[in-house]
């Protein structure tokens, strides 16, 4: 097995690079149509093709939607047992940060040796990263921790897990010793608007497995989502002049009133957490005529989600007794699915993550998440791709911050993982 730690220098690098990248906006807008939803995550995918070009991946380009493609050819010899047979690994994060908080003029605020206690923010007094709400801060004492200045989000989420690739990649090409199958590399555009895999060519990349480099926390392995649901609720009311409106008025407003308050309290997004389900209704629009009330529909298994849609069928059935003369239309729409459904296919691609991370020494710790990821849509269009750790926490935030030293075990794990494909590819 090949030594795999980073050294002083290559932290350095590490630091810089992310530092680098954090610098320039490329803050998505969930509003605009167009690809990318803002013009400026190209400034940071230009500067990108010409690290990845110095570093020597000569096929790096960005294409018109601004992606950034590049590939690093396998680095064992032909006379290798393995040669030819190492499935090709892709990796993947994000270019763009949350369209919600400011991503302009980030000035980054790096402490070294982080001692404990609360973290104030140099350009807000207003910001402090609280100790005891932070319990990863915890973890992180002696660690070289980043954060912005408080006016803005760092962009951590996803430019660490960036940084990590291109690092990883300079690392591989200054260690050829290091064994390792075909690397393919994207970073994409508007993640955050969740249409980050839009224009992605899964057959193009030409990767067999892929890993995003988008989670939070030390030796976390994300390979599940929420199975997604959108339920669309219409009410149907008859609308009369309110003085003359008795026995003749239905109001639809009071009937959406009345379905959202019967939501079963321990099925909210306020009150579950982990592996709980929720209905959400975020939505609600109309007038005493007519009500349209959306309401997001969240669980880990099909079996649990169609409980939920039930439960709110349930509900309608109830209210529709209480108010006969109204019209209640329930129409269900998929939005995504539970991505361990499909890694299950090939269960390699979860085992070789988890022996990666035994590599560092740790005990891989593997997490379900409470939303979407491009790694999940990935999965589902034929490329399993399960997502690690990138160091980031409190992610779409002014208080957002990031570990060195975690971004460091990242760039680490990811070498071994490659070597694990390698050893395991061996005929
Ligand atoms: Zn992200």
């Not at 075909?182 to 057959?203: L, N, S, Y």
Request: with cysteine.
């Amino acid at each position: 097995m090949a030594s795999i730690t980073l050294t002083e220098h290559d932290r350095k690098e590490l630091l810089d690079r992310f530092l680098r990248y954090v610098a320039v906006d490329t803050q998505s807008d969930e509003n605009s149509t167009s690809s990318p939803s803002t013009e400026k995550q190209k400034d940071l995918a230009r500067l990108l093709v010409e690290e990845l070009k110095t570093i020597g991946l000569d096929d790096a380009r960005m294409d018109e939607w601004g992606y950034v493609w590049a590939s690093l050819p396998a680095s064992v010899p032909p006379g290798h047992p393995a040669a030819g047979k190492i499935p090709a690994v892709g990796l993947i994060a994000h270019l763009d940060t949350y369209f919600g908080t400011s991503g302009g003029g980030v000035t980054p605020h790096v402490i070294e040796r982080y001692g404990g206690g609360d973290i104030r923010l140099p350009g807000d007094p207003e910001q402090v990263i609280v100790f005891a709400d932070n319990p990863n801060l915890g973890a992180c004492l002696g660690h070289t921790i980043v954060t912005s200045d408080g006016r803005t989000l760092l962009g951590a989420d996803d430019k660490a897990g960036i940084a990590e690739i291109v690092t990883l990649v300079s690392w591989l090409r200054r260690h050829p010793e290091v064994p390792h199958g075909p690397i393919k590399v994207a970073f994409t555009t508007d993640e955050e608007v969740g249409r980050g895999t839009e224009h992605f060519d899964v057959a193009a990349f030409g990767a067999d497995v892929a890993y995003t480099l988008d989670g939070s926390d030390l030796a976390e392995i994300e390979d599940e989502t929420f199975c997604a649901d959108t339920a669309i609720v219409t009410v149907q009311g008859h609308d009369v002049h309110p003085g003359y409106a008795k026995g003749k008025m239905v109001n639809a407003v009071r009937v959406a009133a009345a379905i959202v308050s019967r939501l079963e309290e321990e099925f909210l997004p306020e009150t579950t957490e982990e592996r709980q389900p929720y209905l959400h209704a975020y939505d609600v629009r109309g007038d005493v005529s007519k009500v349209e009330l959306k309401l997001l529909v969240r669980a880990f298994s099909e079996e649990e989600l169609v409980r939920r849609e039930d439960s709110l069928r349930a509900v309608i059935d109830e209210v529709c007794r209480l108010f006969p003369a109204a019209r209640v239309a329930l129409e269900i729409k998929e939005s995504y699915r539970n991505m361990a459904y499909k890694i299950a296919e090939d269960p390699r691609v979860l085992e070789f993550a988890f022996e990666a991370v035994r590599r560092l020494g740790l005990e891989p710790k593997r997490k379900a998440i409470r939303g979407g990821t491009d790694g999940a849509r990935l999965s589902f269009m034929g490329l399993l791709t399960p997502n690690i750790w990138a160091g980031g926490q409190s992610f779409h935030s002014v208080q957002e911050w990031v570990s060195l030293d975690w971004m460091v075990k990242a760039v680490e794990v990811t070498a071994h993982l490659l070597g694990v494909w390698v050893e395991r590819s061996k005929p």
